[in-house]
């Protein structure tokens, strides 16, 4: 079992910066990328940003230029800076990853950006 909190959520207005954390704890050996994903209002869950265990990072169109997502492999932590926030960015925020087959989730953080 791997388990992941996130941190770091909250109100913002537009144009503001938030960054989110997550540390992931258990049987994190051979775990995958660590990743962030959002779900909005009446939305899919999107893939929002990717770090790789080689430190690899991919994002989002929707998000390049303005959010990085760094890792810290030896301590199984993730963090996404956001930059210039939009009221579209409005969303709760997965942290994930994978060990094998299974996929685990962290319970998700609220960030809501104002206009």
């Known amino acids: 079992q791997v388990q992941l909190v996130e941190s770091g959520g909250g109100l913002v207005q537009a144009g503001g910066s938030l960054r989110l954390s997550c540390a992931a704890s258990?049987?994190?050996?051979?775990?995958?990328?660590l990743e962030w994903y959002r779900q909005g209002p009446g939305q899919q869950r999107e893939l929002v940003a990717t770090?790789?265990?080689?430190?690899?990072?991919t994002y989002a169109d929707s998000v390049k230029g303005r959010f990085a997502i760094s890792g810290n492999n030896a301590k199984n932590t993730v963090s996404l800076q956001m930059n210039s926030l939009k009221p579209e960015d409005t969303a709760v925020y997965y942290c994930h990853t994978k060990v094998g087959s299974m996929n685990y989730w962290g319970q998700g953080t609220q960030v809501t950006v104002s206009s």
């Open positions: 258990g049987s994190t050996f051979g775990r995958s990328a």
């Open positions: 770090i790789s265990r080689t430190g690899t990072a």
